[in-house]
Each structure stands twice: as structure tokens, then as C-alpha cells.
């Protein structure tokens, strides 16, 4: 397909449930635009009925093309790998659970006809969402705001549009442990946020566990900030004060008469504690450092298996 206005990228991992519906609005939605476009579906290693399902979409469709990684490498990933093989001249972002609602493309495009080079999708309320869910997602976008030295936006996650020359800027970007949002907001150009209500999740479960959800947030705040050094420098500069200081006061106390209480019980503690301080401090420097290692071996962010597009459903290696 040639001449391609709009690319929509949908990262899939073990969405069996929700694909023929996303399949649907997507399409709907799309075709109301009244412009040539693509979906560009991402399979992240799904082990359910999910490639079957995307397959068998791509030979019905030729407007839908599917990628397949070899294994899981991450949503982070399947986003890259979507973006890389996009061809439309503005790229849409949205995960395959329905909870960004497919409906808001049509006001990002309005925004991207205006001018604007990425339009973001902010969150300006969640429904089917726990109130610990939405408590740590909130403290997690401010805290990122703190640590980072970019302006992430507040309250926003993957679900934008992006004009093809910010995503030609974007595949110069080869880092591993990515953070896409992170990644948009510091290449800049013309961006605008668009407010929506976020749906709970239209059938499934959520791929993005509480341990997900830790390891994105270090991945968003080790990327764009090395703060967390720093604080383990200040942190240690403190405790060092702060020891000189008992030191004093045991000086003091020893010169003025007055015993100090004897026993190996309160020493063991100060140096447990002053011991534990050492390996979270050292914790911080090894996870820059692992990063370091893992820019420095240079492997491929993805692995695609094979392609799949066309009403045939042609596949090739890659």
C-alpha cells in the first residue's frame, strides 16, 4: 500500500479476548477519516490464540499487517519494532485492551492538522481502576517530574499520535531499556495534550502486573535522570555527619563522668544499618552500570520472526 496517510501501531500480548473487538473499532474508526491508512499490529510473544487471531486478520485485511517477535521482549519494544515498520505520514500509539479508546483518534488528527508534531493522550480520569492503581500511577508521574530534568507530561501514557518527522528523529534512539513517553517528550517539536477518559478494560486481564509497572518506572527515571546518584552521595555524606556527631556526644558523655550503656547490641545495629546504607548506595551505582553493559553489548532491541500482510497472507523472514 502506497501513499499511506495514517499508521496505527497496536503492541499485542496474549489479547485473545479483545482482538476482534479492538480489530473493529479500530477499523471504524479509521475509515471514518476517509483516509488510506494501516494497522500495523505488534505480537510480542503471545502464547495464546493471539497470532492465529492477527493472522487471519491480515489475510482478510490488507490494510493490516502483523508482526512477530521470536519471543516476549517487552511493550516497550513491540511499540519500537511498530514504529520502525510504520509508512504513514502520522503514527497512532494504542494498546489492543480497549482502555485508550479508539474513538479519540479523530481529535488527534484535527490536533496534527492544526500543526502540532505529537498529540498526547492525558488521562483525565480512569474508570475500573483500583484506588492503589491510581494512587501509585499519580505519585509515580509527579515523582518522575522531580527526578527527571525533561518535562514528561503528568498523567499520560503511550496512547499519541506522531508526526512522521518526529518518528524519523525517534529511530535514531536505540537505547535498550526504553521509555517511549520519556523518549517523545525529549526529541520536542510541537506538542499538545488531548484529555480523555480512560475505560477499564474491555475483557482480559492486565499485562502490566505491579512488578511491570516498578521496573517501567526505574526505566523512566534511570533514563533521564542520574539524580538517584546523587542522592546516595548526600545520603552518605549525611550518615557520615551524623556519626561524627554521636561521636561527639560520646566524647562529651565520656568527659562529663557519665557512662554510656555497654554491649555489643547497639553497635551490631549501627553497623547493620550503616552496612545496609553501603549496599543500596552501591545497589544505585550497579544498576547504572548494568545499563552501561547493556548499551555497550549492542543487541538488537527485537527479533522479528516472520511478517504477515496481505489478503494472501504473504510471510517472509526478517
Not at 99 to 118: F, L, N, R, S, T
Amino acid at each position: 500500500m502506497e501513499g499511506i496517510r495514517f499508521s496505527v501501531v497496536v503492541p499485542v500480548f496474549n489479547e485473545e479476548e479483545v482482538l476482534p473487538e479492538t480489530y473493529r473499532r479500530l477499523t471504524e474508526v479509521m475509515e471514518g477519516l476517509a483516509a488510506p491508512y494501516e494497522i500495523v499490529f505488534v505480537d510480542d510473544g503471545s502464547k495464546d490464540q493471539s497470532p492465529e487471531i492477527l493472522d487471519g486478520l491480515a489475510r482478510r485485511d490488507p490494510r493490516v499487517r502483523v508482526i512477530h517477535f521470536s519471543r516476549n521482549f517487552g511493550h516497550q519494544a513491540a511499540i519500537t519494532a511498530g514504529m520502525d515498520h510504520a509508512r504513514g505520514e502520522a503514527v497512532i500509539v494504542i494498546d489492543a485492551d480497549l482502555q485508550d479508546p479508539p474513538e479519540v483518534i479523530p481529535q488527534m488528527v484535527a490536533k496534527w492538522q492544526e500543526g502540532y508534531e505529537v498529540v498526547y493522550g492525558k488521562r483525565a480520569k480512569r474508570e475500573g481502576e483500583t484506588l492503589f492503581k491510581r494512587f501509585t500511577a499519580s505519585f509515580f508521574y509527579r515523582l518522575l517530574r522531580v527526578v527527571t530534568e525533561i518535562d514528561i507530561p503528568l498523567d499520560t501514557g503511550d496512547f499519541r499520535l506522531v508526526d512522521r518527522k518526529v518518528l524519523e528523529v525517534m529511530k535514531l534512539l536505540r537505547e535498550k531499556n526504553r521509555f517511549i513517553r520519556g523518549l517523545v517528550a525529549w526529541v520536542g517539536f510541537r506538542q499538545v495534550a488531548l484529555e480523555y477518559v480512560r475505560h477499564r478494560r474491555f475483557a482480559g486481564t492486565t499485562k502490566y502486573p505491579l512488578r511491570k509497572m516498578l521496573k517501567l518506572a526505574w526505566d523512566g527515571i534511570t533514563a533521564f535522570s542520574n539524580k538517584p546518584l546523587k542522592v546516595a552521595a548526600y545520603l552518605g555524606f549525611a550518615l557520615s555527619f551524623l556519626s561524627f556527631i554521636y561521636l561527639l556526644v560520646i566524647v562529651v558523655s565520656k568527659l562529663l563522668g557519665k557512662s554510656t550503656v555497654p554491649g555489643w547490641a547497639s553497635l551490631a545495629v549501627i553497623n547493620l544499618f550503616f552496612s545496609g546504607v553501603i549496599l543500596i548506595i552501591l545497589g544505585i551505582m550497579g544498576e547504572y552500570l548494568g545499563r552501561i553493559y547493556d548499551e555497550a553489548k549492542n543487541r538488537p532491541l527485537y527479533i522479528v520472526d516472520r511478517i504477515v500482510e496481505s489478503e494472501k497472507g504473504n510471510e517472509r523472514s526478517s
